[in-house]
Structure formats: C-alpha cells, structure tokens
C-alpha cells in the first residue's frame, strides 16, 4: 500500500510541475521549427494549462530550454490529447487559440479576474474576432444558459453587416457551441468580407 502511494505521489508531482508536447513555433522571421513544448505549474486542469500557454511557452530545442512570450513570436502548434492546437500572439501581449482564420480571425483564450471571494479569481471565457484592416478586435463573452453567445451579445458586438445583423435579429442564428460560432463567422465574412 506504501509503494503505491509513494508511485501515485510521485507520478501526481512530475505531472503537477511539467508536461511535455510536440509542437513547432514560427518565430517573427517566419522560420518554422519542430520543438518540444515544456508546460510549467499546475497542469492538471485544462484552464490552468490554457492561462499557462497564454502567457509564455517554454520550448526545448537541441537540449535547452528557453521561454517565449507573445513579442517573441508570431504563433505556434502544440499536440495536445491527439489534437494540433494553434496559438497565434495578440498584440504581443497574450497567446490566444485560433479557431477560424481567413480573411476574419476568430480566437479563444481565458482571462483570469480577481475577486474579493475565495479562491480569489475568476476565470471566463472570451472569444475574440479580428477583422481585416482593423487595430481593436471585437471580444464576444460566452453568458447565455441556452446559447454559448446571447442574441443582446451579438447585436452589440456585430453591427458593421446588415445581412449578419438581421440574421442574429430573426434568430436565424442561435450560437449554442463553438462549432456554431465558427459557423457564423464563416458566413459573417462571406456576407461582407468578400
């Protein structure tokens, strides 16, 4: 009984304190390489790795390790549970998970918020779509009991497209998961980003 606590133990403190991925970064003169991703802390719950990656990444390549923040580089690719993730940096502030990328770029991060009650933070989701020729990006909040996006949401955030906007107003559209957000910024761009 000893032994196997002393291996669950063990086995819960390497994976609390780093995991190891296969990815590749382009770094800001477009090279591509193939690394290894080091993610640091507490990796066990999906929120606490996605705020880790959205910081910084630590990337070993030939033996060494070295971090890289947003301004270091234009994005990167993780293989994470069998499935190729995407980063694409923000403004050299943050690392965000691309969803859709075209003409709009549609994105996915977390943002960690202080609070006066315990644990003392919250975490919410935030959906970020990125239009051609535009600095700001329209940031969607994921509120609704029924729909991952509220109708009132998207009225607000999505007002520089007629047909979108009557869309979301007949309730033609009813974002309720991610692959419906998708969906409908797939066909925001092709109704007016053509």
């Known amino acids: 009984m000893k032994l196997f606590l002393s291996i669950a133990l063990m ?11 296969y990815g ?39 033996g060494i390790s070295k971090d ?6 234009k994005s990167f690719k993780i293989n994470m ?8 940096s923000i403004d050299n502030s943050t690392f965000a998970e691309r969803f859709y990328s075209n003409k709009l770029k549609l994105y996915y991060k977390l943002v960690k918020v202080e609070t006066k009650q315990s644990p003392y933070f ?8 990125k239009k051609p020729n535009q600095q ?10 029924s ?23 007949n309730d033609e559209v009813k974002i309720s998961n991610e692959e419906k957000l998708i969906d409908f910024v797939i066909d925001y761009e092709k109704n007016c980003f053509n």
């Open 136 to 145: 700001d990006m329209t940031t969607l909040i994921p509120n609704g009991f």
């Open 68 to 73: 890289y923040y947003p301004a270091d580089l």
């Open 24 to 62: 590749q970064i382009i770094n800001n003169k477009n090279d591509t390489i193939s690394v290894q991703i080091l993610i640091k802390g507490n990796t066990i719950f999906k929120n606490n790795k996605i705020l880790s990656i959205q910081e910084k990444i630590t990337v070993i390549e030939n």
């Open 81 to 88: 549970n069998k499935e190729v993730k995407t980063y694409d």
């Open 122 to 129: 919250a975490i919410y989701r935030v959906f970020l779509i």
């Open 147 to 169: 729909r991952l996006i509220t109708q009132n949401e998207m009225l607000e955030k999505i007002t520089d497209c007629e047909i979108s906007v009557n869309k979301i107003k």
């Open 11 to 21: 086995l819960q403190i390497s994976i609390c304190f780093s995991q190891t991925y």
